[in-house]
């Protein structure tokens, strides 16, 4: 069992930055994929980044490619989000699974954070 506790989210203006973190603790961390969701209102829940075990392999949405970079240190993983937009506004979530872009690859979740990005 792995637990996954975010923090970091908040209200933002356009252009500003935030830097979401997730506490994992439980069963061996380093053995799980991590990703980084977001669920805006009347979407679905989409893939913003993953990275890997030892962080070999990287994934980020093109969405937010050359805005947000996910990393990870010991039984913490982050996502720092530059550049803001109010697009980028939703509640953004840490899973750990297997390393692939669906849902479905991730069996642990935190409770999410709301990110809000005024214009």
């Known amino acids: 069992q792995v637990q996954l506790v975010e923090s970091g989210g908040g209200l933002v203006q356009a252009g500003g930055s935030l830097r979401l973190s997730c506490a994992a603790s439980?069963?061996?961390?380093?053995?799980?994929?991590m990703g980084w969701f977001r669920k805006a209102p009347g979407k679905e829940r989409e893939l913003i980044a993953a990275?890997?075990?030892?962080?070999?392999s990287t994934y980020v949405a093109d969405s937010v490619k050359g805005r947000f970079t996910i990393s990870r240190d010991n039984a913490m993983v982050f996502l720092q989000m530059n550049s803001l937009k109010p697009v980028d506004t939703a509640v953004y979530y840490c899973a750990a699974g297997r390393y692939g872009i669906s849902t479905d690859n991730y069996d642990y979740w935190g409770q999410g954070t709301q990110v809000t990005v005024s214009s």
């Open positions: 990275i890997s075990t030892r962080a070999g």
């Open positions: 439980g069963r061996i961390f380093s053995t799980y994929t």
